[in-house]
């Protein structure tokens, strides 16, 4: 999540946002630097998460653990295995651009070797069904409660 703060409000044009001058170098909001609290992991206006470094723990993993039940999202019941890579970083020589072979972060996951060898198994159909659930987070107590609260789920 980010927080934002209008940049009209340093022109003093705040009451009306339709009168800053805009432009394609000048938005009218940016991100706002001073918000900060360590208590909710807020830093420079950016509240941190688990996750990928990118996409929250929450939208990588909530719908996958929904669709498993079935329903409006899931109406023909397909299998759905929801799979989790722990982000191992290392420094290699040969590809100094990426985070080793066993990165998680965001584009990085695409080359972890782990989740290349369960692409291989269900795609060649070679020991697709040793390709289950792993969840390596707190994403189950994060859907139950989602799920138990009154406006989620």
Not at 28 to 36: E, K, W
């Amino acid at each position: 999540a980010y927080f934002y703060q209008s940049s009209c409000e340093e022109a003093g044009t705040n009451d009306n946002i339709s009168q800053c001058d805009e432009s394609p170098s000048d938005p009218p909001f940016s991100i706002d630097t001073s918000a900060r609290d360590e208590s909710t992991n807020i830093t420079y206006g950016v509240k941190f998460s688990d996750g990928d470094g990118s996409v929250p723990l929450v939208s990588l993993g909530y719908m996958c653990e929904t669709w498993k039940k079935g329903g409006k999202h899931n109406p023909s019941n397909m299998k759905v295995v929801t799979r989790e890579h722990r982000h191992v970083e290392e420094f290699t020589l040969n590809d100094p651009g990426r985070g080793g072979p066993y990165s998680g972060e965001h584009v990085d996951i695409l080359g972890h070797m782990d989740l290349m060898e369960d692409v291989l198994k269900v795609v060649t159909d070679f020991e697709a069904n040793s390709v289950t659930d792993q969840i390596v987070s707190d994403l189950e107590r994060i859907v139950r409660d989602i799920d138990s609260h009154p406006l989620g789920g």
